[in-house]
């Protein structure tokens, strides 16, 4: 519809057609609310997303809001695989700290899921989905915030208005910072390798991390006698590897994993992610919020990132939920508060421990190394921590 101005008007405008933003358009369309999102890639990008490499470690609770949102329904069973139990260990000690599911659970601890797969269910369900308005091919020149509504300009369309902005564009959001809000960034120096390799012996569905010197190795179980392999190291190590001979690299990789998979081969290609984690000052404006990466980019050590993304859009459409329940106004100051304190308690605690525990593991001289062996003895021993961890993960 049109307001008096001409400008195009929803009740909330989302930036960003990631899962975070996608997933939350989802959301509140089940509300019955008119929502726009404004994504800068072309439509086929969205429906056919390519293979990124990625493999994202769903929490239960994250796949229930998938599942609750339709999108988990569209994958193959070769699409999903169980993690049973995940190990740490500290460079080439034999110890290391063991998750697994409790006495009484059912089920595994958590499922991975190829981040291809999962924006191609999203997409495919939020482009038929009455209520929600994909605008591809846009780049926003100006947003901002009005007494009673928010207006986007964008290099395609007239003025769009809504009564909330929500930016859901990556942990480099350039809403956010147009918007007026910053963020706390720490930039650890290193690039993540992604890649997946075949390998002769099983995994047992068991996922592995291991702090090696000068690197960390981590290898996550997909089915079959497959895993994806995430190698994190400094920069320019990590491109001269990335640029290396296939037969080259998988020697490498055979030499740092001894045997721990067998003999291993590539089945892809190789993919840089530089590792930077961010923390958004504030996140709510005036009819403005954030949600996925653009509010918190974490570190991938504990695997909560993306998780924190699909809690965050779930938190922001229950608290716009129940702000009109109580006959409140949808972006109001009250109501985005709440959200911001909920998510705060949620993830600051997290994030911190997270950047401390990546920090502690990529420092190589004697003390940490003992002290990295200390935390991992501790960690083994003390029942109560392991038990919150392995709950955080099933809730």
């Given at each position: 519809?049109?307001?008096?101005?001409?400008?195009?008007?929803?009740?909330?405008?989302?930036?960003?057609?990631?899962?975070?933003?996608?997933?939350?358009?989802?959301?509140?369309?089940?509300?019955?609310?008119?929502?726009?999102?404004?994504?800068?890639?072309?439509?086929?990008?969205?429906?056919?997303?390519?293979d990124d490499g990625r493999e994202i470690a769903l929490t239960h609770g994250s796949m229930r809001i998938l599942r609750a949102l339709g999108a988990a329904q569209g994958w193959s069973v070769s699409e999903i695989s169980p993690i049973r139990a995940a190990r740490v260990y500290n460079g080439r000690s034999a110890r290391f700290l063991d998750f697994h599911s409790q006495a009484g659970d059912s089920g595994p601890l958590g499922y991975l899921v190829a981040n291809h797969c999962i924006r191609r269910e999203l997409y495919r369900c939020a482009a038929s989905r009455a209520g929600i308005e994909l605008l591809f091919n846009r780049r926003v020149l100006s947003c901002r915030a009005e007494p009673r509504q928010v207006a986007v300009e964008t290099d395609a369309d007239g003025a769009l208005r809504a009564a909330l902005l929500v930016a859901a564009d990556s942990r480099h959001s350039e809403t956010r910072r147009a918007m007026g809000i910053g963020a706390l960034a720490h930039d650890f120096g290193k690039t993540m390798l992604v890649t997946r390799v075949a390998h002769s012996r099983p995994h047992q569905g068991v996922a592995m991390e291991w702090f090696d010197f000068g690197r960390t190795i981590a290898t996550l179980p997909l089915c079959g006698r497959q895993?994806?392999?995430?190698?994190?190291?400094?920069?320019?190590?990590?491109?001269?590897?990335?640029?290396?001979?296939?037969?080259?690299l998988e020697a490498r990789l055979n030499q740092w994993l001894d045997g721990r998979l067998g003999e291993?081969?590539?089945?892809?290609?190789?993919?840089?992610?530089?590792?930077?984690?961010?923390?958004?000052?504030?996140?709510?404006?005036?009819?403005?919020?954030?949600?996925?990466?653009?509010?918190?980019?974490?570190?991938?050590?504990?695997?909560?990132?993306?998780?924190?993304?699909l809690c965050s859009q779930k938190l922001l459409a229950e608290t716009l939920a129940e702000e009109r329940r109580a006959g409140g106004e949808l972006g109001s100051d009250a109501a985005l508060a709440r959200y911001e304190r909920a998510h705060l308690r949620r993830t600051w605690p997290l994030y911190q421990a997270t950047n401390a525990?990546?920090?502690?593991?990529?420092?190589?001289?004697?003390?940490a190394r003992a002290l990295r062996s200390l935390m991992l003895g501790l960690g083994e021993r003390v029942a109560p921590l392991k038990r919150a961890i392995v709950r955080e993960l099933r809730s």
């Open positions: 519809m049109s307001g008096k101005t001409g400008a195009k008007t929803h009740d909330v405008i989302v930036i960003g057609a990631g899962p975070a933003g996608l997933s939350l358009a989802l959301s509140l369309a089940a509300l019955d609310l008119r929502v726009a999102v404004i994504e800068r890639q072309p439509r086929e990008a969205l429906a056919a997303p390519a895993s994806s392999l995430i190698l994190t190291l400094p920069g320019f190590e990590a491109e001269r590897l990335a640029a290396a001979e296939p037969a080259a291993l081969h590539l089945t892809c290609g190789v993919h840089r992610y530089p590792l930077v984690a961010v923390y958004a000052r504030r996140f709510v404006g005036p009819r403005f919020a954030l949600v996925g990466d653009a509010a918190v980019g974490m570190h991938p050590v504990t695997a909560h990132g993306f998780n924190f993304g525990i990546a920090t502690l593991y990529a420092l190589d001289a004697p003390p």
